[in-house]
Nanobody, 125 residues
Framework: QVQLVESGGGLVQAGGSLRLSCAAS????????MAWFRQAPGKDRDFVAA????????YYSDSVKGRFTISRDNAKNTVDLKMNSLKPEDTAVYYC??????????????????WGQGTQVTVSS
């Protein structure tokens, strides 16, 4: 089992920045891929970004590319999501997720085995 705990959410004005962090514990492995998803009220859970623990390769959704950066700290077992130039449409609950990495990044939530409890991000206009 892998446990994931997100932190760093909050309220920010449009154009501002936030950094989310996901702490992983349990049976973590360098063969995992870590991802961030988000879910706004009444909407589906959408893929945001993913990173490979071992290689550091990354993958972003088009909606956040150039504004968000995903990174990992292998020593601390944490994955961060730095969010810049935030927009009101970025408002959502942000979730950290994990799955075994086979060389392909997946954007479908059903492909991920482990999830955190989520952290709220609210961007005011």
């Amino acid at each position: 089992q892998v446990q994931l705990v997100e932190s760093g959410g909050g309220l920010v004005q449009a154009g501002g920045s936030l950094r989310l962090s996901c702490a992983a514990s349990g049976r973590t492995s360098s063969s995992y891929a870590m991802a961030w998803f988000r879910q706004a009220p009444g909407k589906d859970r959408d893929f945001v970004a993913a990173i490979s623990w071992s290689s550091g390769n990354t993958y972003y959704s088009d909606s956040v590319k150039g504004r968000f950066t995903i990174s990992r700290d292998n020593a601390k077992n944490t994955v961060d999501l730095k969010m810049n130039s935030l927009k009101p449409e970025d408002t959502a609950v942000y979730y950290c997720a994990a799955r075994r990495y086979s060389g392909t990044f997946y954007s479908e939530p059903g492909r991920y085995d482990y999830w955190g409890q989520g952290t709220q991000v609210t961007v005011s206009s």
